[in-house]
């Protein structure tokens, strides 16, 4: 007969570094949208209106908590006690394994890919590229908020940075490319949610669960 147990997934300090990075993107996303293409400025007369001012005042505000975030993330990737997993990011080289993975979760074949690391090869691709598109938005949007400012914190920023917008062809090229790599984060978003309700309504370990109790239930053989 077979029973569950409850195992420790994921620390304290893993799931506030979760949770602030999800209600991080879902504020600059909407926000993001709406400086790229302003579908309102509320009614009335135009002169008393900051609706773009409150925008991305908020924008700033959460993109810089994300970039905190992120930090906070690499930076138990290498020290946590509980989650210093930075060789999870090298899982993708176990090649056969890799295959197992993608043929499992493209329903061709039942076998569960077997890891011993906390990510599979599919995840460690994911959650590797997650990074270097952080950084790419986070560097694009600090050449967009320096763009006006020569003086203080954002223009000592600016300054080093002023070169990525001349290479890239100007401020409306740099903007686009913004505006693509939060549609890259919307599609991680979609294929992460996907995959995480797919894998808990399948095994049942409370995979999704996990994120707010930090545990998660495997089945073992008596």
């Known amino acids: 007969m077979d029973k569950r147990v409850a195992i420790k997934e994921w620390s304290l300090a893993m799931r506030a570094n979760h949770w602030l990075m999800a209600l991080s993107i879902f504020i600059l996303i909407?926000?993001?949208?709406?400086?790229?293409?302003?579908?309102?400025?509320?009614?009335?007369?135009?002169?008393?209106?900051?609706l773009m001012g409150y925008m991305r005042?908020?924008?700033?505000?959460?993109?810089t908590i994300l970039t905190f975030v992120f930090?906070?993330?690499?930076?138990?990737?290498?020290?946590?006690?509980?989650?210093?997993?930075?060789?999870?990011?090298?899982a993708w080289t176990n090649f056969r394994n890799f295959w197992t993975q993608i043929k499992f979760y493209a329903l061709i074949s039942e076998e569960k890919p077997q890891h011993t690391h906390l990510y599979g090869p599919l995840q460690s691709i994911a959650y590797g590229g997650l990074i270097i598109l952080w950084l790419l938005i986070v560097v694009t949007g600090l050449v967009l908020m320096g763009a006006n400012h020569d003086a203080g914190v954002i223009g000592a920023i600016n300054g080093p940075l002023l070169w990525i917008g001349n290479l890239l062809g100007g401020l409306g090229i740099v903007r686009y490319i913004h505006h693509i790599l939060t549609w890259l984060f919307i599609i991680f978003i979609a294929v992460h949610?996907?995959?995480?309700?797919?894998?808990?309504?399948?095994f049942k370990e409370g995979t999704v669960s996990s994120m707010i109790s930090g545990r998660i239930f495997r089945k073992i053989e008596e």
């Open 57 to 63: 005042y908020i924008h700033i505000l959460f993109g």
């Open 193 to 202: 949610l996907y995959m995480a309700f797919w894998y808990d309504v399948v």
């Open 71 to 90: 930090i906070w993330r690499i930076y138990m990737m290498f020290f946590s006690r509980f989650h210093a997993d930075f060789k999870d990011f090298f």
């Open 30 to 50: 909407p926000t993001g949208f709406y400086i790229y293409s302003p579908f309102t400025i509320g009614a009335g007369e135009t002169s008393g209106k900051f």
